[in-house]
């Protein structure tokens, strides 16, 4: 693909009206960039503690890329909010399950040379230290041309303790390494995760901050 995605309309607009909140009075700062190929399907697998993560994140990356994010399907029952959502190019995917059509769907928008983000853990931390989802690594097997650039996002759990400013940060690491040989689809995820987390920890998003837990055992 050697021509740049077009970038809708309403995904212009959605986001535009975020700006000010998330670059102004969240002081947003980008890094790596670069690092984002401006053609092609690309793999945004991100941390996920807070709402804001997929707003921020499609703010950082405006300049270049659309974001087609995997969200979760009850977003689509908010009234109003389903023809925001699909004209911005959202993928619904039902929280807890392996949804094929979702993963389907998002197979299809990588083979077009979309960009396509995903949080590995599946949902937000709560606090909590979860475990990866294989659903980034299923993707890659698919479509093993995709770049897959890991996304560092710190401070949005910080925009819901008003008036304290947040300082929000999007980091756009270098593309990670593909498949390893023998290599599942979770240990994918699991790497890819590990060196996400590392740079960002868990943190629990509301008015007060409270110690980070770890999930129960399965």
């Known amino acids: 693909m050697s021509e740049r995605e077009p970038m809708t309309r309403t995904y212009r607009v959605a986001l535009g009206i975020c700006v000010p909140i998330v670059r102004s009075w969240g002081r947003l700062e980008v890094e790596g960039l670069e ?17 804001w993560d997929p707003i921020v994140v499609g703010i950082a990356a405006i300049e270049r890329r659309q974001i087609r994010a995997l969200s979760k399907s009850t977003l689509w029952k908010v009234k109003g909010l389903s023809k925001v959502l699909d004209g911005m190019g959202q993928i619904p995917i039902v929280r807890g399950s392996r949804d094929a059509d979702a993963l389907d769907r998002a197979i ?15 949902t937000r931390s709560l606090g909590r230290t979860l475990r990866p989802r ?8 698919a479509v093993p041309e995709s770049t897959v650039v890991p996304v560092v996002i710190s401070g949005t759990t910080d925009i819901a303790r008003f008036p304290r400013r947040p300082r929000l940060r999007v980091r756009f690491l270098p593309a990670a390494e593909g498949l390893r040989e023998g290599e599942s689809p979770t240990d994918f995820a699991t790497r890819v995760l590990a060196e996400i987390r590392e740079l960002a920890p868990v943190s629990t998003a509301g008015r007060k901050r409270r110690k980070q837990i770890s999930s129960p055992p399965e």
């Open 35 to 51: 690092h984002l190929p401006a053609v092609g399907p690309l793999l945004l697998p991100g941390n996920h503690d807070s709402y």
């Open 108 to 122: 299809t928008e990588l083979r077009g040379g979309s960009c396509v983000g995903i949080f590995p853990e599946g």
């Open 134 to 141: 294989s659903g980034v690594g299923r993707l890659l097997a």
